[in-house]
């Protein structure tokens, strides 16, 4: 009870003072309290209630958790925007060799031929509770981590259920502050999500990995998609009978552009953040673990990329793997320059050493925090060898994708889990999904490729007491010739075969022994068996450990520097992040602008390099100077913009607002100077990359023809 108090206590010291404008990722039903009047000094023209209300209509209902990023709603009909890169597997899903939307765009001319989406989702905040109370009413100092946990879950799934009982909505309570405190979430989910449209690749994605996370950025990265509702206007499965969804909501779109230092707004659902971890997380992070990740990813992109070359379909096939791959090998090689950059470890250090000498300054401050530091560096050393393995098992072991494909089916033969019979019908169920998607971007040369670098690789870097079983034979019998175990596996493994898994699952007496003696399915195994041996014990106990003392020194933080207002990490769920358009100088001599415009276009072409292809249609247009409405007051078309926003992955298709709450862009990215923002944000280097709503709305219209979506928004001009 008494360690309540001082919580209690310690939060009423939030939003006394001190800040630092620009950074802060922010809970929407808090900002009235902490934000508001910053907001407005900035130059903004709203007030809270505006932006968060639980009574009334607010720009929170505009804003939608779509799988992977955000999206907002800009029609009374359910019109959604977000990214082309978020889109980007539904698009490709929708695509094949004669229609090829991924290449060409697609655009719906009619409701009628907007496409459904099975499995995705829109997600709208209906409310936000703070249960910290209600949860630690529940807790005891005796706790073990353990036993904290599970009290916590128990409450969690009670409070949950009274949140939604009798109504058609789902909820969810996550952790703020490492556990310090938590919110509850009530959202209504729309699972009828068509697609509507998506610019051409070398618009949407323009620039391709080679831009990917830097300024200056041409990217024309957004596309379209609709939510629909039953007659109701509730949530419904897919149906030929729902119509466009009824938004409590929309936002409006402003044709004004934004200039340096106008106030800005991102409101989305950032992913993670760990602004707060000791140096010694950081350290792991950024020295050890990225470039693992960074080594075993550059692998498999020598390979796709060399492959795809000789292909177009294979191109199509892995399209999308392949930005995934690349986004996370290239954001960590950003992200460990910017920590080493700028010193973040050491300046981290500094402060731990600080931390210590106040928490030593004080009887019982000593007893409750003298050795947190201390801890938390051991406990971060003993976990290092397994964080490794771990790393390498998953970015090795189920980098190949064959071996990723047969980990899905391992419940159906896991005899330590072993499924009910109706457990067993939905997985199998779901399987048949997950088959059919496989296979339709599946192309085996190039697995094999990947298969015999990353065993490679996992075989020379990692020690023998945290390499898989099958590794012994491949040592062994193989003599490590990689080529002749691969060949072996390929071709004895049924994993390859589309037929023979549909018959396998199709079969209502299969006993699945077939998978059970299947090669690649024993390497999963053996990689089960790994992880439930060697890691899961350990790396669960240790893991448990850390969470405690960065919960603690979280909140030893706070105590200590009762003047900062401090802002909880990023838990993917929804937040408002503030400041202001601007430009920025990235290095010695360098100086950017905050916005980019049509011509950098052109000055970046070049028809030999597929990202840096531009279209006819687009060049004619430029010519003309056929711009419409969608001109500067320069006459020139601005692409993309970077401003001060503090953002996370995740915000991809967050809406960039202006003072008034008006649509002015849609983000996409950050600044490759900022890429270490999730781990230590800096305000004079970090930037968010939005496309600028203009260019937006002169693609649809002007480029794809598409004007009749852009009568159904609501635009300022
Ligand atoms: N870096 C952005 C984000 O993290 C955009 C990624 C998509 N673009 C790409 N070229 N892979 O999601
Ligand atoms: N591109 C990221 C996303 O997809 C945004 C970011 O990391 O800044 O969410």
């Known amino acids: 009870m008494k360690k309540l108090v001082i919580l209690i206590s310690l939060f009423a010291f939030i939003g006394l003072s001190n800040l630092r404008a620009d950074e802060g990722m922010w809970i929407p039903s808090l900002i009235q309290e902490l934000n508001e009047k910053e907001m407005q000094d900035l130059g903004m023209m709203l007030t809270a209630e505006d932006i968060y209300s639980v009574n009334n209509s607010s720009l929170k209902d505009a804003i939608v958790k779509i799988p992977g990023c955000t999206g907002e709603i800009v029609s009374d009909q359910g019109l959604i925007l977000t990214n082309h890169h978020c889109g980007y597997g539904r698009i490709q899903a929708h695509s094949t ?129 609709r939510i629909y509702a039953n007659k109701d206007n509730k949530p419904a499965e897919y149906s030929e009978d729902n119509v466009p969804y009824k938004p409590k909501n929309h936002l409006k779109i402003s044709l004004k552009g934004v200039d340096e230092g106008d106030f800005t707004m991102v409101f989305g659902y950032p992913g993670r953040t760990q602004e707060y971890l000791p140096s010694y997380g950081v350290e792991i992070n950024t020295e050890v673990l990225n470039p693992i990740k960074i080594k075993l990813r550059a692998e498999r992109l020598n390979i796709f990329k060399r492959e795809v070359e000789k292909d177009k379909k294979v191109r199509i096939q892995y399209a999308s793997k392949t930005a995934g791959v690349a986004n996370g090998w290239k954001k960590w090689q950003g992200e460990t320059r910017g920590i080493r950059r700028f010193d973040a470890i050491g300046k981290k250090r500094a402060f731990e050493k600080e931390f210590v000498a106040w928490a030593n300054a004080d009887e019982t401050r000593k007893e409750l925090y003298g050795d947190l530091i201390a801890n938390y560096e051991k406990a971060t050393n003993d976990i290092k060898p397994l964080q490794i393995a771990y790393t390498y098992m998953r970015e090795a072991g189920y980098g190949i994708e064959i071996v990723r494909f047969a980990s899905s089916f391992y419940p159906l033969i896991d005899a330590d889990k072993p499924l009910a019979a109706d457990k067993r019908q939905k997985t199998i169920k779901s399987l048949n999904g997950t088959v059919e998607r496989f296979f339709k971007n599946y192309y085996q040369p190039i697995d094999e490729e990947v298969f015999e670098a990353l065993l490679k690789r996992y075989n020379e870097d990692v020690p023998v007491e945290y390499l898989p079983a099958f590794f012994s034979e491949l040592n062994g019998k193989y003599k490590g010739d990689y080529q002749k175990y691969a060949d072996r596996i390929f071709k004895k493994s049924i994993f390859t075969s589309k037929e023979k898994i549909e018959k396998i699952l199709s079969n209502p007496k299969a006993n699945f022994k077939a998978f059970e003696k299947d090669p690649v399915m024993k390497m999963v195994a053996s990689l089960k068996q790994l992880e439930k041996d060697k890691i899961k014990p350990y790396r669960g106990k240790l ?175």
């Open 543 to 717: 893991t448990t450990d850390i969470q405690k003392y960065q919960r603690t020194f979280m909140k030893a933080q706070m105590e200590m520097q009762p003047e900062i207002r401090w802002y909880p990490d990023a838990n993917s769920t929804i937040r408002l992040t503030y400041g202001q358009v601007k430009a920025f100088e990235p290095m010695d001599a360098v100086s950017y602008k905050h916005y980019t415009t049509l011509e950098g276009i052109l000055e970046k072409e070049n028809p030999d390099i597929y990202d840096y292809v531009v279209e006819e249609k687009l060049k004619e247009l430029y010519r003309n100077k056929d711009f419409g409405q969608y001109a500067d007051k320069n006459g020139q078309i601005v692409v993309c913009f970077i401003a001060a926003n503090h953002t996370s992955g995740g915000n991809s298709g967050s809406p960039i607002l202006n003072k008034h709450g008006h649509l002015v862009g849609i983000n996409f990215d950050r600044n490759w100077e900022g890429t270490m923002s999730d781990l230590s944000y800096d305000p004079n280097y970090c930037r968010n990359i939005s496309v600028d709503a203009r260019y937006v709305l002169f693609i649809i219209d002007k480029f794809a023809g598409a004007g009749h979506l852009v009568e159904e928004m609501t635009i300022i001009k």
């Open 97 to 225: 060799l004669e229609n090829d939307y991924l290449t060409d765009g697609f655009w719906a001319m009619k409701k009628s031929e907007e496409l459904p989406n099975p499995g995705m989702y829109a997600r709208i905040l209906i409310s936000i509770e703070d249960v910290t109370d209600k949860i630690y009413n529940v807790l005891n100092d005796g706790m073990t981590e353990v036993e904290r946990d599970k009290a916590i879950k128990a409450k969690i799934k009670e409070l949950t259920k009274a949140a939604t009982e009798g109504t058609h909505y789902d909820a969810f309570v996550r952790p703020f502050y490492y556990g310090n405190k938590y919110y509850l979430f009530v959202n209504e989910t729309f699972k009828d999500v068509r697609l509507v449209g998506a610019p051409p690749s070398n618009i949407g994605k323009f620039g391709g990995d080679t831009d990917n996370w830097m300024w200056p950025r041409h990217t024309g990265d957004f596309s379209v998609f």
